[in-house]
């Protein structure tokens, strides 16, 4: 068993962190007043690899683990948590699209999706089905050309914004097995979007509602097999999983860092606030749980890259424990800070609040623990 990372891994990490430190961190407040991120800022994360990392390399990707993808988002969101996360919902799309599209469709639109020309958004959520994604009801009715979408998906990060929709839709019965997916581009007539979503986090990226009012794709723009729409969508949210709980353990890594050198600055009763015993615990405290935190994490991205029968159990167990940990750890941040915390100057009340939403997205925290016990009742 070996703990440490490779000196190649090592340098993904280093080359993700100065890529975030140089292009994110000093824009990242200027974005989330602005409410959306430059879309020139893509392409140079394209540039990277980083628009298909887990995409194999043969076919243009990054061809990384997706170990290796955990340590992209941690150091990215060491930068900004939303604009990480953002690109970790482009990335799961990308390899929907690179394990089922079709030739045709993948040589059409992957180029540009792996140069982040093309920003992906995933649609599952509707308004009347979130944790019960398979009860979605936006219908796909096959024509002569192709199919008419009529619906409305909900929450969608990058609504209105991105190039292209990863669409889970319904072409036959109710239930998973009439789900399929189709990928429908921007400016297709009958797409339009809901009002921009006003949130408490992740303001950065534009979320909206996306809508489909006779929305006409041609029959090449099916991804897969109609009716494996829906274990497509699931598959992607393991890695999807890593990658949320990636982003809490590096916002709240930034905060503990920054936290740590506010502690020496800061003076109370004549000294350091880091010399109260108290506080070196809390600081102490923090510090065994980021790294159990991270310990985890890469334990269930080992077990999905080398297929373990229980790689689920695991995603959904990290993603539970690390963004609930991340969200705890810069609360507690927040509180060092005293006064100053709850001010937007410092920093740590953006990573609070962009924090909160990974306990609900890529399924709740209440749907991971569904996950873990279903497994463990199926195999006691
Ligand atoms: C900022 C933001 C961005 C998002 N981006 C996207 C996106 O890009 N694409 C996309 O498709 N979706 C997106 N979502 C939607 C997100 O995935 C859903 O909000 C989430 O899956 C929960 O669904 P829901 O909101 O309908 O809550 P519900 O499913 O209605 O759940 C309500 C409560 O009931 C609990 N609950 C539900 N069922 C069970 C159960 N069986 N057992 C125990 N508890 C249960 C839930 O955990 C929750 O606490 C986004 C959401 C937000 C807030």
Redesign the pocket.
Known sequence: MDFALTEEQTAIFDMAHAFGQDNIAPFARQWEAEGTIPKDLWPQVGELGFGGLYVSEEAGGAGLTRLDATLVFEALSMACPSVAAFLS?HNMCAKMLDNFASDELKARVMPDVLSLNTVL?????EPG?????AALKTRAEKTNEGYTLNGT??????GGYSDAYVCMVRTGEDGPKGISTVYVEDGTPGLSFGAL?Q?MG?KSQP?AQVQFDDCKVPAGNLVGVEGDGFKYAMMGLDGGRLNIASCSLGAAQTALNMTLQYMGERKAFGKSIDQFQALQFRLADMEIELQAARTFLRQAAWKLDNKTPDATKFCAMAKKFVTETGSKVVDQCLQLHGGYGYLADYGIEKLVRDLR?HQ????????MR?IVARHMLANR
Request: overall charge negative; charged content about 20%.
């Open positions: 919902i958004s995933y649609c599952l959520t089905s979130g944790s019960d994604a998906k909900a929450f969608i990060s990058g979503e949130k992740w979320t939403v609900i997205l890529e399924g709740t925290n209440e749907i569904v």
